[in-house]
């Protein structure tokens, strides 16, 4: 099972940088609910990993940095009752969390301006609902 888990073109996480801890899953198992250590806690240390360019790296920790703890990004997976379903469902989510955060930033905006016609059209409309609202509280007095 061991093998390097890719990201990106760039980026390839190496095993032996990827630490898994088992223990005993809540909710239902049945009969080997207690003896079955199925759910999957995957650790990867974002700080001190070499398997991500430094160029790329200070992103990815201020991304991700309110789910880092000491620099180690932390992901369990409970949701199967087979631990191996477990440790790929842990490792496809630390893929796709770090392949959100290694995302180029979007370009920034530009800032557009109302054309003459949307401006009309708008207090236009604006006038219009005035207009019932008083046709509204002169049927009332």
Request: hydrophobic share 35%.
């Amino acid at each position: 099972m061991a093998e390097d888990l890719k990201i990106t073109d760039r980026v390839v996480i190496p095993d032996s940088e990827l630490r898994e801890r088992f223990s005993r899953s809540s909710g239902p198992g049945g009969q080997g609910v207690n003896t079955s250590d199925s759910r999957v806690e995957l650790s990867y240390d974002v700080e001190r990993s070499h398997a991500i360019p430094d160029e790329l790296r200070d992103r990815v920790l201020e991304r991700l940095g309110h789910r880092l703890t000491g620099g180690v990004l932390t992901i369990a997976a409970s949701e199967h009752r087979a631990q191996l379903a477990n440790r790929e469902a842990a490792r496809e989510r630390l893929a796709a969390l770090l392949r959100e955060a290694l995302a180029p930033p979007p370009p920034p905006r530009r800032p557009t301006k109302m054309s003459k016609g949307a401006k009309q059209r708008r207090l236009q409309a604006k006038k219009h609902r005035s207009a019932i609202k008083q046709l509204r509280r002169g049927a009332h007095d």
